[in-house]
């Protein structure tokens, strides 16, 4: 029972407040019951002021496509405050790229920025509804990288609670590029003196993607060998600059056909010898891997040289006077088969 003039115990009523809830909130109550006859004074209400909080969002862009070991590749990163009050608190946006992307600039104006974590910072209030100047993030792209990418980005702080759309991720396409590789070989030994021997020289492309420009293969003889024909299908060759040259497209993972090399060995050419010989062009990068060298054996031949000599003068109706004649090698090799001299 309760007595006229007295009053029960407080009850409480304890709530959670929406993280969306609008500037201003009614909460009604009513009692009934009692025996009571007068119910034009049984409901309360209760206007509540709800201090509204910033929602912080995070946008990555970039434009067209990245290519295969660009430098100076952006991406923009903009802060917005989606919620209904300002951002109190410092803001924090941090990058995490992929590892075949690396940063080379990051800045915004009114943002601190440190390179090496990939991290802004600022401490300026956000408005709702207002956005803070963008972050340019620079990059230089691998000569390896993928044909696609996805560089993530976060923002966090500010005041804010809702932590569900604080991430950003921008799908990159990057553009693949061929790798041009030569090799290059020859059959067996070679022999001093030689004519008609030959070198085989092949143009790879070991990229993922197609070469986009002429390709050029150039070949450096050495002291000893002598050009004398150089040819290949599809091939425009110039052999007084052993070079050949063509612009039709090579897949990634294709050859074009082989180049042959024809060369004469000379009389006194060394007992081996390296053909050295490079590609380029293509629109390729990557040239580290663009000579192929082929060391060649070259077999030393025997050179027969003949001295002849006599003592003194000979005399009118001499009998036994002699001439002395001395065959020698005065090559790299040894002889091989009968030798004969013959006087005259």
Known sequence: VLAAGGSYPAITLTVTMAGNAPASVTNTAAVSGGGEINLANNTASDVTAITQLPDLTLTKTHSGTFTQGQAGATYTLTVTNSGAGPTSGGVTVTDTLPSSLTATGLAGTGWSCDLGTRTCTRS???????????????????????????????????????????????????????????????????????????????????????????????????SG?????????????????????????????????????????????????????????????????NTASDGTT???????????????????????????????NSGAGPTNGLVTVSDT
Do not use: M
């Open 124 to 222: 300026d209030a956000l408005a709702a509804g207002g956005s803070h100047p963008p972050i340019t993030l620079t990059v230089t792209v691998a000569g390896n990288a993928p044909a696609s990418v996805t560089n993530t980005a976060a923002v966090s702080g500010g005041g804010e609670i809702n932590l569900a759309n604080n991430t950003a991720s921008d799908v990159t396409a990057i553009t693949q590029l061929p790798d041009l590789t030569l090799i290059k070989t020859h059959s067996g030994t070679f022999t001093q003196g030689q004519v008609g021997a030959t070198y085989t020289l092949t143009v790879s492309n070991s990229g993922p993607g197609p070469t986009t420009s002429a390709v050029i293969v150039t070949d450096t003889l050495p």
């Open 298 to 328: 070259i077999t030393p031949v025997a050179d027969l040289t003949l001295t002849k000599t006599h003592a003194g003068a000979f005399t009118q109706g001499q009998t036994g006077a002699t001439y002395t004649l001395t065959v020698t």
């Open 225 to 289: 060998l002598t050009a004398t024909a150089l040819s290949g299908t599809g091939w425009s060759c110039t052999l007084g600059t052993l070079t050949c040259t063509r612009s039709d497209v090579l897949a990634a993972g294709g050859s074009y056909p082989a180049i042959t090399l024809t060369v004469d060995v000379a009389g006194a050419a060394p007992a081996s010898v390296t053909n050295t010989a490079a590609v380029s062009g293509g629109g390729e990068l990557v040239t580290t891997n």
